[in-house]
């Protein structure tokens, strides 16, 4: 079997997106990217407490990779589930849109990880389905 470039990002994007469930599933945090067992703000490596966007980038740095992918994902789920008035201003960029819904009052660390818990099970489902390939389709060889 040839190798699937889209498989493969598939698989790499949900590997990030697991990552990121299973830090803020082990200490989760408002208000900063990062912080202690205590609560205090720290240096990414040293963090054992994340909010969402500090979770992104912890898994960028420990895969050597980007978090773009995972920002983007993560933003267009949150994006339907923000006001009006929020939109208007976090709109254009993912890491406030990110910020914003996991820092809002009330926001609890089931509500976020039950957020990631859908992302995942969308992303799965996704990566499930056979990839077409449109050149072949337009060739009339599928």
Request: glycine residues 4%; contains cysteine; proline residues 4%.
């Amino acid at each position: 079997m040839p190798f699937d470039a889209a498989q493969s990002e598939d698989t790499n994007l949900l590997m990030k997106l697991r990552e990121v469930r299973k830090l803020i599933g082990a200490g989760w945090v408002k208000g900063l990217s990062c912080a202690d067992q205590f609560g205090n703000p720290t240096m990414l490596n040293d963090a054992t407490r994340f909010c969402l966007t500090g979770a992104i980038h912890r898994v960028a740095v420990l895969t050597d990779n980007v978090s773009d992918d995972c920002m983007n994902i993560i933003a267009r789920a949150i994006k339907p589930r923000l006001s009006p008035d929020v939109l208007r201003v976090v709109v254009s960029d993912n890491r406030d849109t990110i910020q914003c819904w996991n820092d809002k009052s009330g926001r609890t660390h089931e509500e976020v990880l039950k957020l990631l818990d859908h992302i995942i099970t969308v992303e799965e489902m996704k990566a499930k389905r056979p990839k077409i390939d449109c050149y072949a389709l337009l060739d009339g060889r599928v």
